[in-house]
């Protein structure tokens, strides 16, 4: 189930990235990453956790869509 939601947090980031046209530095994804990823400009984290908290997101919008 985990390597299910991860796969389909997956697809919901990509698709995400595809609707925003991949301007990924614009204002659209500084604003998703302080809402929604938890990353707060000023704040250091690391590769990981920076990836775990993106990926966290993937999954809890693919697991909303499906209804779970």
């Known amino acids: 189930r985990h390597l299910l939601d991860t796969l389909g947090g997956l697809w919901e980031l990509a698709r995400l990235a595809v609707v925003s046209r991949l301007r990924l530095r614009g204002p659209y994804w500084r604003w998703r990453r302080e809402t929604a990823f938890g990353i707060r400009p000023d704040e250091h984290l690391s590769r990981g956790e920076r990836l ?3 990926l966290d997101y993937g999954r809890w ?3 909303i869509k499906r209804g779970r």
Request: charged share 35%; aromatic share 16%; hydrophobic share 50%.
């Open 52 to 54: 775990r908290a993106i």
């Open 61 to 63: 919008v693919y697991r």
